[in-house]
């Protein structure tokens, strides 16, 4: 990469660009933020990991919570490799039809006005997701991505996840106006002081005047109001939904049935629209994070074939305008086949072992149509190798199983 580049990109990630930067006549010279995002992104969360090791003596995230939170970020953004050319479509007809003015695409005004604009948009959006969707904070899920693009505008400002946030502590007087990672702590936060927090994207300016502003004071214990101990991508999407449903099972009239899947998670008949959170799990600040035991061996293995993966799921998105639709919907399945069954894998699920001889098969055949690629080309051959002794593992160790089930049977 050029010095320009690197330069523009790690400013890039810190909201540092100028308007002449970041500033574009058409919408199809805008970058691919995302993808030139990527090495950035994952070079900090590399420098996260060193300075939570040094600092504590102890690596900040284990692997499994690791994967399961880059699944989460890569599962909600496959929704747009099949929405994102009918968002555009709808916008440009909306701007060729109903528009109110024009502002001048080359205006540092207009620059300031739209990164404001986004920014109140993105309050709102966040504040509307946790109110019908996710009010126990659990983050991004690719329901939240669909419903999020019918409301906000579709303009083009980055908005990375913010790396550090449990290393930085006070930023003094940006405290005031800025998201930092001390406001930015408590939104994450399971404590009751926590809840419904700090919703803002860049600035902290909205939840101060709206009102859902809450300062750090006491110490913010991480998850959700009920943790769930499953690293399943598929469950962790959907398991709030596969609740609710649950729950408006317990009422009997069809208007405390429609409530419940529209107001807060704490909601019951005769309290207020989001709850009062009287039932919440208390929290002590003893909590231990859910980490089950599993073999070094296989934390290898999972990591591998999720950057094998992640590899895939990045030349989807590089390559979307060049493929086929059938393509598009094949690979999707594929990356979400494989998030399940690392997921599978690392809650050592029964049906893992068969899982995963399945989703190794698929692997092995989308590499004979040149499909998934290795991380460099250099490594083609040992890839190869080394997905076809997966596959074989996996087969022999199902093979295994069944006979030690016939024998339990007999």
């Known amino acids: 990469m050029e010095y320009g580049s690197?330069?523009?990109g790690t400013r890039a990630m810190f909201f540092m660009l100028t308007p002449n930067e970041s500033s574009f006549q058409k919408v199809e010279e805008v970058p691919q933020y995302v993808q030139q995002a990527t090495p950035f992104f994952v070079g900090l969360m590399v420098l996260e990991l060193l300075l939570g090791l040094v600092?504590?003596?102890?690596?900040?995230?284990?692997?499994?919570?690791?994967?399961?939170?880059?699944?989460?970020?890569?599962?909600?953004?496959?929704?747009?490799?099949?929405?994102?050319?009918?968002?555009?479509?709808?916008?440009?007809?909306?701007?060729?039809?109903?528009?109110?003015?024009?502002?001048?695409?080359?205006?540092?005004?207009?620059?300031?006005?739209?990164?404001l604009g986004v920014d109140f948009c993105y309050y709102w959006v966040h504040r509307f997701a946790h109110d019908f969707l996710f009010a126990d904070g659990s983050g991004c899920t690719s329901i939240h991505i669909c419903c999020s693009h019918t409301i906000k505008p579709a303009l083009p400002i980055l908005d990375p996840h913010r790396e550090f946030i449990m290393l930085i502590r006070d930023l003094g007087p940006l405290e005031w106006i800025f998201n930092t990672p001390k406001h930015h702590r408590v939104h994450h936060g399971r404590n009751l002081y926590c809840i419904d927090k700090n919703y803002g994207g860049i600035l902290i300016i909205w939840d101060r005047l709206f009102g859902t502003f809450a300062l750090e004071t006491e110490k913010v214990v991480y998850g959700l109001v009920f943790p769930i101990k499953r690293f399943e991508i598929l469950y962790v999407q959907l398991h709030y939904y596969l609740y609710l449903w649950e729950k408006s099972q317990a009422y009997k009239t069809i208007s405390n049935k429609l409530l419940t899947f529209l107001n807060g998670?704490?909601?019951?008949?005769?309290?207020?629209?989001?709850?009062?959170h009287v039932d919440n799990p208390k929290v002590t600040g003893k909590e231990v994070?859910?980490?089950?035991?599993?073999?070094?061996?296989?934390?290898?293995?999972?990591?591998?074939?999720?950057?094998?993966?992640?590899?895939?799921?990045?030349?989807?998105?590089?390559?979307?305008?060049?493929?086929?639709?059938?393509?598009?919907?094949?690979?999707?399945?594929?990356v979400l086949l494989t998030l399940?069954?690392?997921?599978?894998?690392?809650?050592?699920?029964?049906?893992?072992?068969v899982l995963e001889l399945f989703r190794c098969a698929v692997m092995v055949t989308l590499q004979r149509y040149n499909c998934v690629k290795p991380l460099v080309p250099s490594l083609a051959v040992p890839t190869e190798a080394f997905v076809s002794l997966s596959l074989l593992f996996w087969a022999l160790h199902s093979v295994s199983q069944l006979l030690g089930i016939k024998r339990k049977a007999d």
Not at 58 to 87: F, K
Not at 300 to 307: A, D
Not at 340 to 353: K, V, W
């Open 55 to 115: 600092k504590t003596g102890a690596p900040v995230i284990t692997i499994g919570d690791g994967i399961t939170s880059l699944s989460a970020g890569m599962v909600s953004r496959l929704p747009l490799l099949l929405m994102r050319g009918c968002e555009l479509s709808a916008y440009i007809y909306v701007w060729d039809h109903y528009r109110l003015v024009e502002l001048p695409w080359d205006s540092a005004w207009t620059w300031w006005f739209t990164f």
């Open 340 to 353: 399940t069954s690392l997921g599978f894998l690392i809650d050592q699920r029964p049906t893992s072992a």
């Open 265 to 276: 998670p704490s909601w019951k008949p005769g309290k207020r629209r989001l709850g009062d």
């Open 289 to 334: 994070p859910h980490d089950p035991s599993w073999s070094l061996a296989l934390q290898v293995y999972v990591v591998m074939h999720f950057l094998l993966v992640l590899r895939t799921y990045h030349d989807l998105f590089e390559n979307k305008m060049m493929l086929s639709q059938l393509t598009i919907l094949g690979m999707t399945g594929y």
């Open 6 to 8: 690197v330069s523009r």
